[in-house]
């Protein structure tokens, strides 16, 4: 089973400034990686698939890059509304699929 | 408009059978590339993969809990069922149901049901 391991566990930044958050795959899943936004209370919301492409109505805040093993999401410049937690999720060995640990961006 | 409905006890005893039901509209599960699955979150944890099946009744479940789980559909009446046996506290959870289109060449979950808490206790 391909595990997915995220960093950092918790970033803490203030609006404004970049976010950068990492997923790293135990084996290569090519591009075959998706990025979740999940806020409290909610169910998650798909942000980035195939790696770097926004799914529709995702603000261009929001980018996702990386292929193989080491992808990152990028949020440009943080509203208040980006602090949540964020999954990725491979399916590159369909169908078993598998979700990272989550991070957790908080204000600083 | 695509929603997705969980629906199910909110309270199970320890080695009893949990049943729950995704209804959903807004789409076909007889629509080729769509899957419904099942995907669970414990409490402050992370999300979890339970299973999945797709437009042509293919069945796909998490190795680990394979021997737990059924997964079926009623096309006619736009559910998906999910079953698992012997129930233990560990499977406290928020189970969500979601559905899997095609994005690109691959499948991803577009949407989602809001989620319905199980608690597993005597």
């Known amino acids: 089973e391909i595990v997915l391991t995220q960093s950092p566990a918790t970033l803490s930044l203030s609006p404004g400034e970049r976010a950068t958050l990492s997923c790293r795959a135990s084996?290569?899943?090519?591009?075959?990686l998706a990025w979740y936004q999940q806020k409290p209370g909610q169910a998650p919301r798909l942000l980035i698939y195939?790696?770097?492409n926004r799914a529709t109505g995702i603000p261009a805040r929001f980018s996702g890059s990386g292929s193989g093993t080491d992808f990152t999401l990028t949020i440009s410049s943080l509203e208040p509304e980006d602090f949540a937690v964020y999954y990725c999720?491979?399916?590159?060995?369909?169908?078993?699929?598998?979700f990272g640990q989550g991070t957790r961006l908080e204000i600083k | 408009q695509v929603t997705l409905r969980e629906s199910g006890p909110a309270l199970v005893k320890p080695t009893q059978t949990l049943t729950l039901t995704c209804t959903f509209s807004g789409f076909s599960l007889s629509t080729s590339g769509m899957c419904v699955s099942w995907i669970r979150q414990p409490p402050g944890k992370a999300l979890e993969w339970l299973a999945l099946i797709d437009w042509d009744d293919d069945k796909y479940y998490s190795t680990s809990l394979k021997t737990r789980l059924t997964i079926s559909k009623d096309t006619s009446k736009n559910q998906v069922v999910l079953t698992m046996t012997n129930m233990d506290p560990v499977d406290t959870a928020t189970y969500y149901c979601?559905?899997?289109?095609?994005?690109?060449?691959?499948?991803?979950?577009?949407?989602w049901g809001q989620g319905t808490l199980v608690t597993v206790s005597s």
């Open positions: 195939d790696a770097s």
């Open positions: 979601a559905r899997a289109a095609i994005f690109g060449g691959t499948h991803y979950f577009d949407y």
């Open positions: 084996q290569s899943v090519s591009s075959y």
């Open positions: 999720q491979q399916r590159s060995n369909w169908p078993t699929i598998t």
